[in-house]
């Protein structure tokens, strides 16, 4: 375990559902993120949060909606989304809110959109 | 141009070999310097980490980072059957701001 935990690990999801993906951290760090990674291509930087709030939306349509209660919490809602949003979804984590350090990953959540 | 660019297709290499993977990137300020591992179906882990001109070596691994031609590569020694994965490149912009910026990944594949 790298400390950052994703769950679910795969979803299946019809394009009407609303599910929500959901990624905790221990390491004491105050930045997460999301990330979308799509076969063959580099990872895309989605959401940002550093102490909370959000820094940075790359341009994500808003079918996908952040959410970040706490400095160790960070989720991801999903309504009507489309085939091509299917992807393996990471979470990662720095500290201090740079990424001096590098960051760690979660294990990712395996979407399915049908 | 791409921020962070890893051109070259599936490398092979035999068991024992040595296997050699190149990164550039287009911001010159950029100071830190990542690679990361990642096995088919699992997340990045990062593997190395380096901020300074010259190579920075961490058991079977090497990183050797060239700011002036604005490449970083990796180097693995006495490749083994584990170490087939995707290894991508990751690299922090100037200006103390948190987004990595990452390169597609190479797929190293080793032969026993």
């Known amino acids: 375990e790298t400390g950052v935990t994703q769950t679910p690990r795969h979803l299946v999801m019809g394009m009407t559902n609303k599910k929500s993906l959901k990624c905790e951290q221990h390491?004491?760090?105050?930045?997460m993120y999301w990330y979308k990674q799509s076969a063959k291509k580099p990872l895309e930087l989605m959401f940002v949060y550093n102490f909370k709030e959000q820094t940075e939306n790359n341009s994500v349509p808003s079918r996908f909606s952040p959410e970040c209660p706490n400095s160790s919490h960070l989720f991801l809602h999903l309504h009507t989304l489309q085939p091509e949003d299917s992807a393996l979804y990471l979470c990662?984590?720095?500290?201090?809110?740079?990424?001096?350090?590098?960051?760690?990953f979660g294990s990712g959540t395996r979407l399915t959109v049908v | 141009q791409k921020e962070v660019e890893q051109n070259s297709g599936p490398l092979s290499v035999p068991e024992g070999a040595i296997a050699s993977l190149n990164c550039t990137y287009s911001d010159r300020g950029s100071q830190s310097f990542f690679w990361y591992r990642q096995y088919s179906g699992k997340s990045p882990e990062l593997i190395m980490s380096?901020?300074?001109?010259g190579d920075k070596e961490d058991g079977r691994f090497t990183a050797q980072l060239n700011k002036a031609s604005q490449y970083v590569s990796l180097l693995i020694r006495d490749s083994q059957p584990s170490d087939s994965a995707t290894y991508l490149c990751a690299v922090s912009p100037p200006g103390g701001n948190n987004r990595l910026a990452f390169g597609k990944g190479n797929q190293v594949v080793v032969i026993p």
């Open positions: 990662a984590s720095s500290q201090d809110g740079s990424s001096d350090y590098g960051y760690t």
């Open positions: 380096i901020y300074s001109n």
């Open positions: 390491l004491g760090h105050n930045a």
